[in-house]
């Protein structure tokens, strides 16, 4: 059997499931039901009578958040204690996006810092391997900035690694040529924008996707800045992409420095600003493992299998 449950907005939503879901964790391991959560909705499934009891609960939550009260009744919060990494520094605060009916947030330890680091810092730097969340959760923090007009456009920004003789013998015009580098920028931008809404965005110029090589001469102020494949900028496109960094705005650096596809005698920008920004108030640097991969589970032991491989 099924039940379904209707909110009535974002911050709703958000309030009932909870950290990193726990409510909806909690009521499938203690009322033995499967919940998902997609459009401001809650579909349950299982037995009458325990579809019934994970009602009851849900529906007591929501009197409870509707009434400007706390939604954790007793029985909860002794089950489900705060998690251990939200006990320091300003990681103490949830920082919860919510995009397309998903409530997104960070899934590790590293991701939920990630994220705090974002709210509290002009310029971040994360480096880590794939599959770490490193572009989505910028992504994510960047459309909730538009949202909330804290700022007034999205610049996302890839290098074209291979922009001088490959780039020319792909077909097509220009945009045609550089269009397969900034694809994976086009994907996590759909993942948490319905298409018409994304392709109004991209029309109007609010949402820009471009690669480095235009970021040069320009001042970008009010903008919610990302670099993404960094590992793959010079050292002089580094240095010229982080002073466009205008007023009322704040920038994003993701990469890999394990996947660096720079000709042979070029310096990787982003292994050199490791050393060059790393006490810089206001910047902020941010590390990932395979711990805090959240792709296939084979992606984990992949990452892992290499780094035994290239220690070798």
Not at 117 to 134: C, L, M, Q, Y
Not at 208 to 214: D, F, I, N
Not at 248 to 261: A, E, R
Request: net charge neutral; charged share 30%; hydrophobic share 35%.
């Amino acid at each position: 059997m099924e039940k379904i449950i209707k909110l009535s907005s974002d911050e709703e939503a958000i309030a009932l499931y909870g950290r990193l879901d726990e409510r909806l964790k909690f009521a499938e391991d203690k009322f033995k039901v499967r919940i998902s959560a997609r459009n401001h909705q809650l579909s349950i499934t299982g037995a009458k009578q325990n579809l019934s009891r994970t009602v009851e609960f849900f529906n007591q939550e929501l009197e409870k958040i509707r009434g400007g009260g706390i939604a954790h009744p007793k029985h909860f919060e002794e089950d489900m204690p705060l998690p251990h990494h939200q006990t320091h520094g300003h990681a103490k605060e949830e920082t919860t996006y919510y995009h397309k009916g998903r409530v997104i947030r960070g899934k590790s330890r590293n991701q939920e810092l990630y994220l705090q680091e974002i709210e509290h810092h002009d310029v971040v730097v994360s480096i880590g391997p794939a599959g770490t969340g490193k572009t989505y959760l910028a992504m994510a923090a960047a459309l909730d900035a538009l949202k909330r007009k804290k700022v007034g456009r999205i610049i996302l920004t890839r290098p074209a690694v291979e922009a001088g003789e490959s780039l020319g013998f792909l077909p097509g015009d220009l945009y045609a040529k550089i269009n397969p580098y900034l694809r994976p920028l086009y994907d996590a931008l759909y993942e948490m924008v319905d298409f018409e809404e994304a392709a109004r965005y991209l029309q109007r110029e609010i949402i820009e996707v471009a690669p480095l090589a235009y970021m040069r001469g320009r001042t970008l102020n009010d903008s919610f800045i990302i670099l993404d494949e960094a590992q793959n900028c010079t050292y002089e496109q580094m240095k010229m992409f982080l002073t466009r960094l205008g007023f009322s705005s704040k920038t994003v650096v993701t990469g890999d420095v394990t996947q660096i596809d720079l000709p042979s005698g070029k310096r990787s920008g982003l292994m050199e600003i490791q050393n060059i920004l790393n006490h810089v108030d206001g910047i902020k640097f941010c590390y990932f493992d395979d711990k805090d991969v959240v792709r296939h589970k084979l992606v984990k032991e992949i990452i892992k299998a290499y780094e035994v491989h290239e220690k070798k």
